[in-house]
């Protein structure tokens, strides 16, 4: 089985045009063809016609067993109105997680207006995403992205789950120690390119994935995701495919990591094995 921790139902194309149905459909019409069983759907740190609220992604997916809600949190915005939006969202189920957007706004993940978010987190014992790297708009400040900084959170909160996206790209030694210092921390493999990888970067990509279970990375926090729709699917599962793994690795990235992770229930197998599984 194959779950996807990290895509987006953001219409990047026209942020002022309101698509959420289509993005909805698409998202589904991606998994079934690349035999994806479950994603995470991340939302914004900011509402726009093309980034729907956290609430109207919760009631337009409500239907869909196969998806699952991660709510994004605007820093500069936030307030305690938003804190107890959350705990009704999470007291309901419908929310797996909190993502944090630093980078595309001006905060470091330490900053204390945060502190409720992660009281939040570890009450109701989900994890706390956290953007690290380069960011898609030229607007960001990736000095606030660093995953260095996400050290210093996690030794506050050890009782947090964080989880570190984009491997930190292009700071993948950094990311590294982090995750391998603090228990609480983790990785996933999204967004590493936009649309497909090409031949030169992939093998660029594969090279340092292998660099990090050479210096002791733990597969255990290590977890598979795309940022769809600004990576393909199929071009991420292609490059997984190359990484040669050994299978117990793999299947770990692919699937069980999330569930643990998130708070899953093991979800059923979708019709015919993933193509990266079998063989398993």
């Not at 991606?30 to 980034?51: F, H, I, Q, W």
């Not at 729907?52 to 109105?81: E, F, M, Y």
């Not at 990736?142 to 260095?148: D, R």
Request: net charge negative; glycine share 8%; proline share 7%.
């Amino acid at each position: 089985m194959i779950i996807d921790c990290h895509t987006h139902l953001n219409y990047y194309d026209d942020e002022s045009v309101d698509d959420l149905a289509g993005c909805v459909t698409r998202l589904q019409t991606a998994m079934r063809r690349n035999r994806v069983d479950v994603s995470l759907v991340l939302t914004s740190y900011k509402v726009t016609p093309g980034r729907p609220s956290t609430r109207a992604v919760i009631d337009a997916t409500r239907h869909l067993p196969n998806i699952h809600v991660v709510a994004g949190v605007p820093w500069k915005a936030l307030n305690d109105g938003h804190i107890e939006e959350w705990r009704g969202m999470l007291q309901a189920g419908e929310i797996k997680g909190l993502k944090l957007y630093p980078g595309y706004e001006p905060f470091y993940p330490a900053d204390q207006k945060l502190e409720p978010v992660y009281r939040l987190a570890e009450e109701f014992d989900v994890p706390v995403m956290i953007h690290c790297g380069d960011t898609y708009a030229p607007t960001g400040k990736v000095k606030f992205a660093h995953p260095l900084n996400v050290d210093e959170v996690a030794v506050d909160f050890p009782k947090v789950r964080f989880l570190i996206c984009h491997l930190g790209n292009p700071w993948f030694r950094d990311c590294m120690e982090v995750v391998y210092k603090n228990e609480n921390v983790y990785t996933d493999i999204s967004g590493l390119t936009l649309g497909d990888f090409n031949d030169r970067f992939e093998a660029y990509m594969r090279a340092q994935l292998k660099e990090m279970l050479l210096w002791g990375m733990n597969p255990r926090k290590v977890l598979y995701g795309t940022d769809w729709p600004l990576a393909t699917m199929e071009s991420y599962l292609g490059f997984v495919e190359e990484l040669k793994w050994p299978p117990k690795d793999r299947a770990l990235m692919l699937f069980e990591n999330a569930v643990g992770l998130f708070n899953l229930d093991p979800p059923r197998p979708s019709s015919g094995i993933g193509a990266l599984l079998r063989g398993i």
